[in-house]
């Protein structure tokens, strides 16, 4: 079925999408002691290195033989948002300053260790450090427990952040309400949290699933309608967050206005992030002697170095939001894995190199066989770029990491990969290709029912506007495309079952767009998918 209905005349607007060569992979080096020290830790983190080049040319080459083909799925011609995405302006409401001096602001949780018992608690003080000190309890008039944290700062060009603080509660009771207050003087700030349940296969959870958000009139609406869904439990963030390197300068003042935005959920609410092309902030250009001596000759060779611009990857992305890498094994904030409920998730990294002997594949290679699908029957992995896409953004750009890692989500029945990066929606049937090697030619995808489904959900809403122009026909394992805005949410209901649905922001959470029942890769074999 293929439903096809052109718009032809409509300017919508959509401004620039970057385009980031998938092969443009780092490795970037991280000090231990950014992450086990105390006190203040200094904002000239790590060096950073260029990864070699491993897949380059030879991949580019490898094409998902979709031409000619007409019998994908639903190509919805729903186009909900034909006008231009603007930013919220700096005087929002959403963007306040919470009153008090030097009050915590920007304040957001994610589960801190591998199964659920620890949470990091983080927020930015403005004028002075403050205190790094997190008081906590399940009585909110009696919050007997306390933590203490570090702080860091960071500066980006002439930009210089707030104290960041980073404080990790543990030792937490499952499924319990913690109330937890930071802040000093007449500044302090209360809020509260659900500690994740232990981990065990038939433990039902509720995750939403939101990408690209930014911080536009659209990503508001996106999120309140996450938060009017009253299952809703955990955010999986799919990458790309505050949109502030679309900015002169890459104004990080926007990484402020962000995290003072999406504070009203994820203060409540673990988020679990993903990084995405929006966090590298690689701004070499951004230098100060460029600025101040252009045309100048004899500058000392040192001081042209150290000034040459900000050339440290993802330095406002990993000051800022924590990620608790280090539980599962890996050495970057960037890939990690954690358990939560009935789930095992695992975060990978697009922007990270991930050819063979690179970090980021010894450690999936070695945690895709740790994956225990009786404790955790659903397997679940996030990314930024995704590897179906059958939009003309970020054409293939997943496609080298498809390359070297989809045999793998087949090995170990991989149930569900959730993109981001595409500014729509896209939801594909179980397929995969891997047969292909070079000369046999074998290189269209096939169904496949070992293979994940593949959803991108790059729809949070963002100032770079839709993605309306889809590849024609409909590729055949695409299920089902649309072109607005929303979020969506993966229902875990038992070892065997799971409810997917995803909601465009004109219908509300309340209407599922699109939806579907999750059959466990490794349970329930047996049934095929369905679309609802
Ligand atoms: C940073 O530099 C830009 C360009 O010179 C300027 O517009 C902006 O106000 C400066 N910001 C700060 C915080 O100094
Ligand atoms: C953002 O959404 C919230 C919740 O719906 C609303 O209260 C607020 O006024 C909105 N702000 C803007 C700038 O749209
Ligand atoms: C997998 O999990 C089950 C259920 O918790 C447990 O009995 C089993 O020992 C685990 N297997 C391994 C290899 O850890
Ligand atoms: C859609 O993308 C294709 C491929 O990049 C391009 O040839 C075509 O002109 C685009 N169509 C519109 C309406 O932008
Ligand atoms: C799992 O959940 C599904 C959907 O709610 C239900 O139909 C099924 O009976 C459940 N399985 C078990 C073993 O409870
Ligand atoms: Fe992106």
Redesign the pocket.
């Known amino acids: 079925m293929l439903l096809l209905l052109l718009r032809a005349a409509s300017a919508r607007a959509y401004s620039t999408v970057?385009f980031l060569s998938p092969s443009a992979s780092y490795l970037t080096r991280w000090p231990v002691a950014w992450r086990t020290g105390e006190g203040v830790i200094d904002w000239q983190m790590g060096r950073w290195r260029q990864a070699p080049r491993p897949l380059g040319l030879l991949l580019a080459a490898i094409l998902v033989g979709i031409v000619g083909r007409c019998d994908g799925g639903i190509s919805s011609a729903y186009v909900r948002k034909a006008e231009k995405t603007i930013d919220m302006p700096l005087d929002s409401d959403v963007f306040r300053v919470p009153p008090g001096y030097n009050a915590p602001q920007q304040v957001h949780i994610t589960q801190g260790d591998l199964d659920g018992t620890a949470m990091i608690i983080s927020w930015v003080t403005e004028d002075e450090p403050g205190s790094s000190e997190v008081l906590y309890g399940t009585d909110e008039n009696n919050l007997d427990l306390s933590a203490e944290g570090i702080y860091t700062r960071y500066k980006f060009y002439n930009y210089t952040s707030g104290y960041i603080h980073h404080c990790t509660i543990s030792n937490l009771k499952h499924d319990t309400k913690y109330y937890y207050a930071i802040g000093i003087g007449d500044a302090i700030r209360k809020f509260w949290f659900i500690s994740p349940p232990e981990v065990g296969p038939d433990v039902p959870y509720t995750f939403g699933l939101i990408g690209?958000l930014g911080q536009s009139y659209d990503s508001n609406i996106t999120l309140a309608h996450y938060e009017s869904n009253p299952n809703a439990q955990a955010v999986l963030f799919l990458?790309?967050l505050s949109y502030a390197d679309k900015y002169p300068y890459h104004d990080n003042v926007r990484w402020d206005t962000w995290g003072r935005f999406v504070e009203r959920n994820a203060a409540y609410q673990p988020w679990i992030w993903t990084a995405?092309?929006?966090e590298i902030d690689y701004a070499p250009e951004l230098s100060i002697i460029h600025q101040s001596f252009q045309g100048e000759t004899g500058i000392d060779d040192t001081l042209y170095q150290s000034l040459q611009g900000e050339t440290i990857q993802f330095k406002p992305y990993t000051h800022r939001y924590w990620t608790p890498f280090e539980s599962s094994g890996s050495t970057e904030p960037y890939w990690y894995s954690i358990k939560m409920a009935s789930a095992h998730i695992i975060v990978v990294a697009s922007y990270s190199a991930y050819g063979r002997y690179s970090p980021q594949f010894k450690w999936l290679e070695a945690e895709l066989p740790k994956v225990n699908r009786s404790l955790t029957p659903w397997l679940i992995v996030l990314m930024?770029?995704p590897w179906y896409n059958s939009y003309n953004y970020?054409y293939m750009e997943g496609e080298s990491m498809r390359v070297m890692y989809e045999s793998w989500f087949l090995k170990y029945k991989v149930d569900v990969v959730f993109a981001?990066?595409v500014h729509a929606y896209e939801r594909s049937y179980r397929v995969s290709n891997i047969a292909y090697n070079i000369v046999n030619g074998k290189c269209d995808p096939v169904p496949d029912e070992s293979a994940p489904v593949y959803i991108t959900v790059?729809d949070g809403g963002n100032l770079e506007g839709l993605a309306t122009n889809m590849t024609q026909p409909q590729p055949s394992y695409s299920a089902f495309r649309e072109s607005s805005f929303g979020h969506a949410i993966f229902e875990i209901k038992n070892r065997t079952h799971a409810y997917y649905t995803w909601h465009r922001n004109d219908d509300g959470n309340a209407v599922a767009a699109d939806s579907m029942w999750f059959y466990n890769r490794y349970w329930q074999t047996a049934e095929t998918t369905s679309a609802v």
């Open positions: 970057f690209d990458g790309d995405g092309n929006h930024h770029a970020h981001g990066h790059g």
